[in-house]
């Protein structure tokens, strides 16, 4: 049953990957990423119909007896209708989210159904998902200190040129359009991989037996950490604003970023 599991986590993966294409897109109105999402979530929709069709062959009816199949033909329909969403309609941040549901929902099958075919295989399976929500949080930290660099490259290029001094060092930098730019972007790319890595520790630790409850301090770090960069995001966007007060929000929320790193972690039940 490896093949299975390892076909389920590849859904997983272009899910996943889908969600981030969506985002971009629904921050940029980018064509492109706007393609590759719809493109990836029909390479989903492909293998799950497949299955799909296999149970129905074999069993002669819609697979919905159990809570398992439930699952999946739910998920089958989700994707559908993102499909058809996205043929007829121009909602970015309907697909946006509907997708980040669908990855939750596939990845509560998958475990299911990995438990009802092979138990053994669970081990692993929540181990790659521990991984994975590691990797994911720890690239989106680090996209996020890279922006806060960016940031304070910005605030130093604008001190020197308001102080008409460094001439050297000014040749040496971006200007500081390029600079509030590429601090923007970091964002835009470390956003979703936390909120995928946030769904894959929430899942990890309920299936795990992990003493875990939505107070916990890490739990809370994190989610505030999205909060203020989706905040960050809003501004930017929809609110307009550019220069100097929208890096000031970079670096106060690369700040919160540092506490819940150190203080909140220390104070978790199940972070080490």
Not at 4 to 31: A, C, K, P, W
Not at 78 to 94: A, C, D, P
Not at 108 to 134: C, K, R, Y
Request: charged share 10%.
């Amino acid at each position: 049953m490896l093949e299975e599991r390892i076909i389920h986590e590849g859904m997983l993966l272009l899910y996943g990957l889908t969600s981030i294409f969506y985002f971009i897109d629904f921050l940029y109105h980018n064509q492109k990423a706007n393609r590759i999402a719809f493109w990836l979530l029909a390479m989903v929709w492909i293998t799950q119909t497949v299955f799909l069709l296999i149970e129905i062959t074999a069993n002669g009816s819609v697979p919905i007896q159990t809570l398992n199949d439930g699952l999946y033909t739910y998920t089958w329909i989700i994707i559908t209708f993102s499909l058809l969403v996205h043929l007829f309609l121009r909602q970015e941040f309907f697909m946006f989210f509907i997708s980040v549901f669908g990855f939750f929902v596939m990845i509560i099958h998958t475990l299911q159904s990995i438990q009802l075919v092979d138990s053994a295989q669970i081990p692993a399976m929540l181990n790659e998902m521990l991984f994975a929500h590691i990797v994911l949080a720890l690239v989106s930290y680090g996209s996020f200190t890279i922006s806060f660099i960016f940031a304070c490259l910005y605030f130093m290029q604008y001190y020197l040129l308001k102080q008409k001094k460094g001439y050297k060092w000014l040749k040496r930098f971006q200007d500081l359009e390029g600079l509030e730019k590429r601090a923007f972007q970091l964002i835009v790319l470390a956003e979703p991989l936390l909120l995928l890595s946030i769904i894959l520790g929430v899942v990890w630790a309920y299936m795990t037996g992990t003493e875990f409850y939505w107070g916990d301090s890490k739990t809370i770090g994190s989610i505030f950490v999205f909060a203020i960069y989706a905040i960050y995001l809003l501004m930017r966007i929809r609110r307009g604003y550019r220069g100097k007060s929208i890096l000031t929000w970079n670096i106060f929320s690369f700040l919160m970023l540092l506490i819940n790193f150190f203080l909140f972690n220390s104070l978790s039940n199940f972070h080490m």
